[in-house]
């Protein structure tokens, strides 16, 4: 008698934009080839990333009516969807602020289900209740809490007193051998920011300072910005009145920007907090040194200071741009951080991430 497959729901807000989000398009590859039968739901229509499994686009009709009857619509959907397919796990990778709307989920959408909640940042409003009664309301009984740091495992605990927890990191995924090329004319040497311009969480001023302390501009080194969101023309403006607007590039986003990291000097991550940054892992696996602030979350898991990038403390442009310096002048020290980066993120890589969903889902 052949064994049923697992059948395996992931909810996600959407499938591009961030890397919460591309996590989860990357975890659908992960599980596909534990030879799970995944289907993913995406509450918006963003849909930029490569994924595996079936899907289904809530958000289509979201564009289509939002009014109270088109919320109606898809949250009965939504029910229906889950209840025919009869799913063995849901893994709800979302952010979950409010209280209330996560309860009705909880109390409608999930009754029945083995539910798997994701904790992608270290900023834990976005994801858990303040109040730690609210809290094991929500997900006291959940299949369990999976945290992508170990830092975030710690807070939680530390908290809000959650046993039923563990940490499972998000995985580098290779697509394909194939990179696709954009068409952006890039300088010939230069750094790189690529994510989200958001300055209130990604700190890009910070960035921005450190490299106008640095010699990178002089040393004929610019800087890239690659991203969208609210803050490009405040920095835009910012790097005018610091007489950067030569220096610093600002490209769009781009749901695969591999073949610009490969022909990076190295990556840089300047957040306030984060949870497991992409970015950094990302970099690393196409053999590109990073140099990220020692934020809260994953900066500290991922970088082996001096072996495969450099971390330095947050909020300082001058450690960063002392940081910057290191990587131009000391080649030796760079070639080093260079040979060790594709090895130094083998831990996290789909085959080994794997491993650790397996034992959580059998």
């Known amino acids: 008698m052949t064994k049923q497959r697992l059948?395996?729901?992931?909810?996600?807000?959407?499938l591009g934009g961030g890397g919460a989000q591309k996590s989860s398009a990357n975890l659908s590859f992960v599980l596909s080839k534990l030879d799970y039968d995944v289907h993913i739901i995406s509450i918006?229509?963003?849909?930029?990333?490569?994924?595996?499994?079936?899907?289904?686009?809530?958000?289509?009709l979201k564009d289509q009516n939002d009014s109270i009857f088109g919320k109606i619509k898809r949250f009965r959907l939504f029910y229906n969807y889950l209840k025919s397919e009869n799913f063995d796990y849901i893994i709800d990778s979302r952010a979950r602020p409010t209280f209330f709307k996560q309860l009705i989920v909880n109390t409608f959408l999930y009754q029945n289900h083995k539910v798997i909640y994701i904790i992608h940042n270290y900023f834990l409003k976005r994801y858990l209740p303040s109040s730690t009664t609210l809290?094991?309301?929500?997900?006291?009984?959940?299949?369990?809490?999976?945290?992508?740091?170990?830092?975030?495992?710690?807070?939680?605990?530390?908290?809000?007193?959650?046993?039923?927890?563990?940490?499972?990191?998000?995985p580098v995924v290779n697509y394909s051998n194939e990179i696709l090329e954009v068409s952006f004319n890039l300088p010939q040497k230069f750094i790189l920011?690529?994510?989200?311009?958001?300055?209130?969480?990604?700190?890009?001023?910070?960035?921005?300072?450190?490299?106008?302390?640095?010699?990178?501009?002089?040393?004929?080194?610019?800087l890239v910005i690659l991203g969208d969101?609210?803050?490009?023309?405040?920095l835009k403006q910012?790097?005018?009145?610091?007489?950067?607007?030569?220096?610093?590039?600002?490209?769009?986003?781009?749901?695969?920007?591999?073949?610009?990291?490969?022909?990076?000097?190295?990556?840089?991550?300047?957040?306030?907090y984060e949870g497991f940054p992409m970015v950094l892992i990302e970099s690393l696996s196409f053999g590109i040194p990073v140099v990220s602030v020692d934020c809260k979350s994953g900066p500290s898991e991922v970088i082996n200071h001096k072996k495969n990038g450099l971390l330095v403390d947050n909020?300082?442009?001058?450690?960063?741009a002392d940081a910057f310096n290191e990587f131009i002048e000391n080649k030796k020290l760079y070639n080093h951080c260079k040979e060790q980066a594709?090895?130094?993120?083998?831990?996290?890589?789909?085959?080994?991430?794997?491993?650790?969903?397996?034992?959580?889902?059998?």
């Not at 059948?7 to 959407?14: C, Y």
């Not at 300072?209 to 640095?214: A, E, K, P």
């Not at 969101?229 to 405040?234: M, R, S, V």
Request: net charge positive; hydrophobic share 40%; glycine share 4%.
């Open 7 to 14: 059948k395996i729901a992931i909810i996600t807000s959407s």
């Open 44 to 60: 918006l229509n963003q849909i930029d990333y490569e994924y595996q499994g079936k899907l289904l686009n809530l958000g289509k």
């Open 135 to 170: 809290a094991k309301l929500l997900y006291g009984k959940a299949n369990k809490l999976v945290c992508v740091s170990k830092e975030i495992e710690n807070l939680v605990v530390k908290s809000h007193g959650f046993k039923n927890i563990t940490t499972i990191y998000n």
């Open 193 to 222: 920011y690529f994510g989200r311009i958001n300055d209130k969480v990604k700190n890009i001023s910070l960035l921005i300072d450190g490299y106008n302390q640095s010699k990178l501009a002089r040393n004929n080194t610019k």
């Open 229 to 234: 969101g609210p803050d490009i023309t405040y």
């Open 238 to 272: 910012k790097t005018v009145d610091l007489q950067l607007q030569h220096q610093i590039v600002f490209l769009p986003y781009c749901a695969d920007p591999s073949s610009i990291i490969k022909r990076a000097l190295f990556s840089v991550l300047s957040s306030r």
């Open 315 to 320: 909020h300082n442009p001058i450690a960063l």
């Open 342 to 362: 594709k090895q130094s993120v083998e831990k996290f890589s789909a085959d080994i991430i794997s491993k650790s969903w397996l034992n959580l889902l059998k």
